[in-house]
């Protein structure tokens, strides 16, 4: 497993954007899938986006595309989620997560999760 810590969260306001970060321990994120994963208060934790290790493919849940981009800089291990015109419905707890396989999982390793709010 890969050890991940998430980054940026915060509050917004409707329109507003942010960019979280996903710091990948040393040496180890190079040949894993990437993933963002959200859980609003009372729902189940939900796709969000994924790139691949080579970063040349990438996914978005549709509720996010054209507001969201991932990317990672494999030099810094570590993944970003840019996202733009933020809406009060994307408030959640934001997890960035790890495979060994695909950009469809399976997540085997977790970050501990970092809140964005958007006021509306």
């Known amino acids: 497993q890969v050890q991940l810590v998430e980054s940026g969260g915060g509050l917004v306001q409707a329109g507003g954007s942010l960019r979280l970060s996903c710091a990948a321990s040393a040496h180890t994120s190079r040949r894993y899938a990437m993933g963002w994963f959200r859980q609003a208060p009372g729902k189940g934790r939900e796709f969000v986006s994924a790139i691949s290790w080579t970063g040349y493919t990438t996914n978005y849940a549709d509720s996010v595309k054209g507001r969201f981009t991932i990317s990672r800089d494999s030099a810094k291990n570590t993944v970003y989620l840019q996202m733009n015109s933020l809406l009060p419905e994307d408030t959640a707890v934001y997890y960035c997560?790890?495979?060994?396989?695909?950009?469809?999982?399976?997540?085997?390793?977790w970050g501990q999760g970092t809140q964005v709010t958007v006021s509306s």
């Open positions: 997560a790890a495979s060994e396989i695909s950009v469809r999982g399976p997540w085997t390793s």
